[in-house]
């Protein structure tokens, strides 16, 4: 597995910097940028490359709404260039709250908008005219709209690569199984990897039915905090599990409205119904802390790597199992380098 971390929009940018770039030196092998409505992803990717030398670098995740189909294509060629082939073109849909509250745009026709994102983007780095006519992006624009003037262009430098990885963040059947035909990696929020059979299996399977083979087998990413010691058991390991409970509560109860939250509604698939259901109503209702507080501490203990070795090694070799490949780790804790050390040594032998 490679193990990559993530800047968080809300983390003092500058600060991480200086983190990652020791923690390149530790052996990472992968930042993820976010975006949501905050500063914007690329700029701070363009900064990164210039400050690293090694780690892939990735967008966690830019929107298919809030730019056209050519300005995706462009940043990943342009990403890919200033940090000399390290970038990794992560993608997803956001939600109605974001796209059409933030960008006033409409939010409509998510996966097939992404579809076509990844196709045109794949087009543009092989320096092929766009010419595309699907169902969210025409170009050049059809006769009878704009001036009528448009013609079929092709990026105008060679790119560093002419295929740039690209993953896509998904959760519903039909956008799951979107992701297993066309995206080099999947990146799922809020999940436990012994559910991908049972929540997922069945769309990653007809995914994969139509899968080209030049893509390869399909990356999977999982987020997870990393705390790793023989001391680390029963209520030793709250503070870092602990960690984990306002964002987790922010997804379950607060992403999206209370009668469409496609992290509820997964969380409820991997066996939380009830919990989920009181984590919304709380949440909605502006009891973020109570909402924070009933996060099942089952969910944050299997969902994270807290622990003494034994223990660590045991749940990376059933993630293994599961199809994971990347981890995306938080390293809390007075020597993240130290701890990054650590889990390498354990995923040698996994």
């Given at each position: ?50 400050a690293t030398d090694t780690v ?168 997870a905090t990393v705390a790793i ?122």
């Open positions: 597995m490679k193990i990559g971390t993530g800047i968080n929009y809300a983390s003092d940018f500058h600060t991480s910097v200086a983190q990652i770039v020791e923690l390149e030196r530790a052996g990472l092998d992968l930042v993820w940028v976010s975006e949501a409505y905050s500063v914007d992803a690329v700029s701070r990717v363009g900064y990164l490359a210039a892939e670098i990735g967008t966690g995740i830019l929107n298919v709404y809030s730019r056209s189909a050519g300005a995706i294509a462009q940043t990943a060629a342009g990403c890919d260039y200033v940090s000399r082939g390290r970038f990794i073109l992560g993608l997803g849909a956001s939600g109605p709250q974001v796209i059409e509250g933030f960008h006033g745009i409409a939010y409509d026709k998510p996966v097939k908008r992404i579809r076509e994102y990844i196709e045109v983007t794949r087009m543009a780095l092989r320096r092929e005219r766009l010419e595309y006519d699907g169902e969210t992006v025409h170009l050049p624009l059809p006769e009878g709209e704009g001036t009528g003037l448009g013609k079929a262009l092709k990026l105008i430098n060679h790119p560093v690569r002419n295929e740039v990885p690209i993953w896509w963040a998904s959760l519903m059947p039909y956008a799951i199984r979107e992701t297993a035909r066309l995206a080099n990696g999947w990146i799922p929020t809020q999940f436990l990897p012994e559910h991908i059979t049972t929540v997922w299996g069945d769309d990653l399977a007809k995914g994969m039915a139509d899968r080209p083979a030049e893509l390869g087998p399909l990356e999977i990413s999982k987020g010691g023989d001391d680390l058991v029963g209520e030793a390991t709250d503070p870092f599990l602990d960690r984990n409970r306002p964002h987790t509560a922010l997804y379950w109860g607060g992403m999206g409205a209370r009668e469409k939250n496609f992290y509820n509604a997964i969380a409820r698939q991997q066996g939380y119904e009830e919990e989920a259901a009181k984590i919304q109503d709380l949440y909605l209702d502006g009891h973020k802390d109570e909402a924070a507080a009933a996060v099942p501490r089952d969910f944050l203990d299997r969902a994270n790597l807290v622990g003494p070795e034994s223990v660590i090694r045991e749940r990376l070799a059933g993630w293994k199992d599961a199809g994971v490949t990347h981890l995306n780790v938080s390293l809390p804790g007075p020597d993240p380098a130290a701890t990054l050390g650590k889990l390498r040594e354990i995923l040698a032998d996994v």
